[in-house]
């Protein structure tokens, strides 16, 4: 990231930008701070260095075609990006995928939800390096790999797994691929120990670092893990159920935790929380799966597809938080309108209030802690 000095603003003593950076560069966004004895006393992140365009290029794709734009916004959360299209258009259609599809997608959903958050906490800039192997990816990365290599075994990509269709899946599990799901889960929870003490490690660092108040959360649309550290008990897999989260939820599954400190240990530690629901989860959606008949997991639908003229509104709890998509539609084959509303669009406004206050040498760790994808901020 390259820093330039500019002109001071109000009683700042220094103004920086960090920034820009070439778009081709994953991750990049403009910052710019003012500072007054090494503190933050303003942020104003500047969005639109890396956008993407992809609102009006769905405008001219058909919605088969559309699932390929629908997964690349989050690169992180490329499945839920596939259901949440998926699931506007069977809306318009009046469509049931079968239950198989059901449970199907939601533990891809669900396995979706911990390889981004192994991701985030991973990666953070820890204060001390990981002391293992050079060759060890350390405690996060470590678990997610044997994760992302059972989501490549059953869609054939790694980043992108196109596996959602209008109306169901591209293809159903095995039961072998089953099997190796219950193992590969166990794997990752032995490592989870490892990586929540790094973050305990970090704890006199992190608390108080980058407090988001309750208010602030509410103002700026805060969602998931960043809006429930700050107080707000909100998950829609519980508060407007959709797939399978009814049951998972009668059966006790589906656990919230909320915090109220609003500060990076909070979101850390319910980023870690979060992932342990999620694997109890993908295991329950396992389990129901491998006892089910072989049956379809997709509607059988015509070459073209097209949607009734209308509008609706259609929003999942992505691994990152609250994403919505607005679709309408004029009666053809491609969306008239398809508006998406995106956590990380909410959460790079959070740095405005929340960075104030942050000492600078510790500015990495106080925006990572909002579990940013700057793809779906420029989307």
Known sequence: ????????????????????????????????????????????????????????????????????????HDWLSAFAGELGLA??????????????????????????????????????????????APQEPPPGLREREP?????????????????????????????????????TTAQVRAGLPDLRGRVDAERPRTTGLAVLSRDDAVTVAASGPVARASGLDLDLRRDDPYLAYPELAEAGLLRVAVADAGDTAARLDLALDQVEVALDLVEACAQRLASMPDAPVSVRLPKVVRTPEGATYVWTEAPTGVAGWYLVSRGDKTPWRLKLRTPSYAHVQALARALPGTPLESLPAAVAGFFLVVGDIDR
């Not at 891809?108 to 981004?116: P, Y």
């Not at 290599?149 to 169901?168: F, K």
């Open 87 to 132: 699931l506007a258009v069977e809306r318009l259609l009046g469509l049931h995928p079968p239950e198989r599809a059901t449970w199907t997608r939601t533990l891809l959903a669900e396995l979706t939800r911990v390889l981004a958050t192994l991701t985030f906490v991973g990666a953070f800039p820890y204060e001390e390096p990981w002391p293992g």
């Open 147 to 183: 994760l992302q290599r059972l989501l490549e075994d059953l869609s054939g990509g790694r980043v992108h797994p196109m596996l959602a269709r209008v109306g169901g899946l591209a293809h159903a599990p095995s039961p072998e691929w089953l099997r190796q799901v219950t193992d």
């Open 1 to 72: 990231m390259v820093v330039g000095a500019g002109a001071a603003a109000g009683d700042a003593d220094l103004a920086l930008e960090l920034g820009d950076l070439h778009p081709s560069a994953h991750g990049a966004f403009r910052l710019h701070l003012s500072l007054t004895d090494g503190l933050v006393v303003a942020a104003d992140p500047e969005v639109g260095l890396l956008h993407r365009g992809a609102e009006k290029l769905f405008e001219v794709r058909d919605f088969r075609q559309g699932m390929v734009l629908a997964n690349r």
